[in-house]
Each structure stands twice: as C-alpha cells, then as structure tokens.
C-alpha cells in the first residue's frame, strides 16, 4: 500500500507579484508551521516531499520540514503548478517506488479535483490543509482513478 499526503499551499499574499511569486502571509507561515507539527504529532511523515514551482508552495513545503523536523528532500515538479487532476495522476506516477509516504504540496482546483478523481469523494481544501489518502497499489505507476480511499482531511 501507499500514502499520498496532497497539502493545498497555506495563505498567500496579494500583493500584485506575478501569482507564481506570490509569498505566504504571516497567517500562512504560522499555519505551516503548525501543520508540521501537527503531522510529525500523528506519525504522517513523508518520505519524498514534491512541490509546485509557486513560491507559495515551495515556502510552505520549507516551513513544514523544518517545522515536523523532516530529513527529506523537497523536489519541484513544475507540473503541479496549475495540473487538473490527470496531470496530478501523472505526478504521482512518477513517484520513485522506494517511497511509500508521499507528499505533493500545490493548489486548488486541482487537488479537490484530484481527491475526486483518486477517491470518488468531494472534498474542500482550505489554504493550508492536509488530505491523507491510501492507495491500494505496490507501485506509484499502477496509481489511477478510483483505488483510493480518503482518511481525512485535516485543516490548519
């Protein structure tokens, strides 16, 4: 089995900076912040961490490392930024095979879209929120529609 953990970027400024530029607020530094501990607290520790190339989404990945006292990687995926939900299948299916406990930081639409896709159940995701899905498979490339099951979805 495997376990992909989608995080929605925590708050971001609008400061009119290009939207890929745009940083965390001071709200969603602090929610990043706790989010780590918060799943450091319940044993939810990635192995690998894939990030959209959006500042917002590289900062919130950073914060929560640090924060949940990570030694992983965080990997940027330019595909996250702006995917529907097929190219965030494509993502997961590229996940090395030696991870089992993933976590792909990025945006909305897509990830509701993709919890859909995975799990057939609809879901919000506030900025900042966590959803923790097991997927019945042995490798990230038999990842498709429909084989996952929703944990929770846990909200900063």
Known sequence: ????LLMRHAEATLDGRPDIE???NERGASAA???GGFISGRGLCPEQIISSSAARALETATILKACSHLNVDIRQDERIYEAGP???LDVAADIDDDFDLVMLVGH?????GFIALLTGTTRS???GAIAVID???E???????GIGTLIEVIHP
């Open 1 to 4: 089995m495997k376990r992909l």
């Open 22 to 24: 745009r940083p965390l």
């Open 135 to 137: 997927l019945q498979i």
């Open 108 to 112: 909305n639409p897509g990830f509701e």
């Open 86 to 88: 097929q190219t965030l």
């Open 125 to 127: 995701m506030h900025a």
């Open 33 to 35: 912040g706790r989010m």
């Open 139 to 145: 490798t990230w490339r038999a990842v498709n529609e």
